[in-house]
């Protein structure tokens, strides 16, 4: 039996707030300042010279770019072995608030202990950085999982873009407070003989790190402090085993998916294009930084930083627009429909970006597509399954398999986007897959606009 009212105003500020709390990980983390920051000490000593994008990893030289994508998928990969029995675990005792707290005070510790990243310690300053992303998407599936539980199924697409909504808006201000303290108070020290003469400013670019996990885990509270602590009755008192239990959930779960070929073919529609939006999210700012045209030098460096976070930011801001354009969408043609037209616009993109994209211009008419699309591609997403998921108390489980299609997509598309680069010598070759991910994923989702499930 569900313990949580439906459409409860107070329960579901609360919910879309954590979206406020969390969405500063993907911004700063794995989108503007970290890869900016990690392409950066990369490629240049302490006294600034650009030495080169190889560096050694266990021993091996690799792109630097490369190296990015494998340790991001193998973080994916441990979310995707551990979060499933832990989210049947979660259904069996009806506590997934207690798994939700874990995996969020994981992602945010982790995102602080980034401040202590080091290019000559490769291997293990990306051990935070691995531990954040296990935080942060293992977060989502307790998460998403509550949106069939706090909202009607007519409510759930306006409830999804308005959690997506106010995270692009928060995790937008934390950026800017970051970039006020990097440009305009950022610490420089000039350097004679090996001797400090003079310094200027107080803000690291690593302190961006510091507030990314104290806001994360600030603005959480609110959201810990207003959900209940119980979804559902528990399924037993039995504490022994409790990870065959949560196997056990998880088969039953499977069991059920089988017998439903909508939510099948949803899923595999959705592991397709979705591997293309999460790997361009994550490769965006590396494929920016060395395939276009920004000049050479000093001056052109900071400049290239410059344009990238603001591109950036365009994503975030066009995204909340997107968000709701594309739950307006849904109410007139229904969500697979709307799904459909944002992935052929996401082909389009890859498209022009792979022929004509060379210049920061161009590149930021491709921020403002990838803003718009993303917001409502991620909502819409979320708020669809929400509506395939039969009467159950075991929401956890049902979004562990969205998360684990989620991430296994996301696995393959960094994995093959950094070998193509790795085997081709540079990144805008690797964009033809994700024109091959986004075409079979609007293939599997045509037969669902035939049906009027989700319409």
Not at 66 to 91: C, E, H, K, R
Not at 407 to 420: A, D, P, Q, R, Y
Not at 442 to 455: G, Q
Request: proline letters at 2%; hydrophobic letters at 50%.
């Amino acid at each position: 039996m569900n313990l949580i009212q439906k459409d409860n105003l107070k329960t579901i500020r609360a919910w879309s707030f954590y979206d406020w709390a969390n969405s500063v990980f993907p911004l700063v983390i794995t989108s503007a300042i970290f890869p900016n920051f990690y392409d950066y000490v990369t490629t240049h000593d302490e006294a600034k010279n650009f030495i080169g994008h190889t560096v050694t990893f266990f021993g091996f030289e690799f792109e630097n770019q490369n190296i990015y994508s494998f340790v991001y998928a193998f973080a994916l990969s441990i979310v995707v072995l551990i979060t499933p029995i832990l989210s049947g675990v979660a259904d069996y005792l009806g506590n997934k608030k207690r798994f939700l707290q874990f995996f969020c005070y994981l992602g945010s510790i982790s995102c602080m202990c980034l401040f202590f990243f080091d290019r000559e310690h490769l291997e293990l300053s990306f051990l935070p950085f691995i531990t954040a992303t296990v935080g942060f998407w293992g977060s989502l599936v307790y998460y998403n999982s509550y949106l069939p539980e706090i909202a009607s199924e007519q409510n759930q697409d306006k409830v999804s873009a308005r959690g997506f909504a106010l995270g692009y808006f928060g995790s937008s201000l934390l950026l800017i407070l970051c970039l006020v303290g990097i440009i305009v108070f950022k610490y420089e020290e000039t350097v004679v003989n090996g001797i400090v003469v003079s310094t200027k400013g107080f803000f690291k670019v690593k302190y961006a790190f510091l507030l990314t996990g104290l806001w994360w885990m600030g603005f959480a509270q609110y959201t810990f402090a207003n959900l209940p602590n119980k979804n559902h009755q528990p399924h037993g008192t039995d504490r022994n085993g409790l990870l065959s239990k949560g196997f056990t959930e998880l088969r039953n779960v499977w069991a059920q998916i089988k017998l439903m070929p909508q939510m099948k073919r949803f899923l595999t529609g959705y592991f397709f294009y979705n591997m293309g939006v999460q790997t361009i999210m994550v490769v965006a700012v590396l494929f920016a930084r060395n395939e276009i045209e920004w000049g050479e030098g000093e001056a052109a460096e900071k400049a290239k930083t410059n344009a990238l976070i603001v591109s950036i930011l365009i994503i975030q801001f066009v995204g909340i627009a997107g968000s709701f354009l594309f739950s307006w969408l849904s109410r007139q043609i229904g969500n697979i429909k709307s799904l459909m037209v944002s992935v052929a616009v996401w082909i389009f993109i890859c498209v022009f970006t792979f022929a004509v994209v060379h210049t920061p211009v161009e590149f930021y008419i491709v921020a403002f597509l990838v803003g718009l699309m993303m917001g409502g591609v991620q909502a819409l997403s979320r708020s669809t399954y929400s509506k395939y998921i039969p009467v159950t108390d075991d929401h956890t489980s049902f979004f562990s398999f969205y998360d684990v299609i989620e991430k296994l997509g996301m696995i393959l598309g960094t994995v093959s986007f950094g070998v193509i680069s790795q085997i081709t010598g540079g990144m805008r070759n690797s964009i033809l897959s994700l024109i091959v991910f986004f075409i079979m994923g609007i293939i599997t989702l045509y037969p669902l606009s035939k049906k009027v499930k989700t319409d």
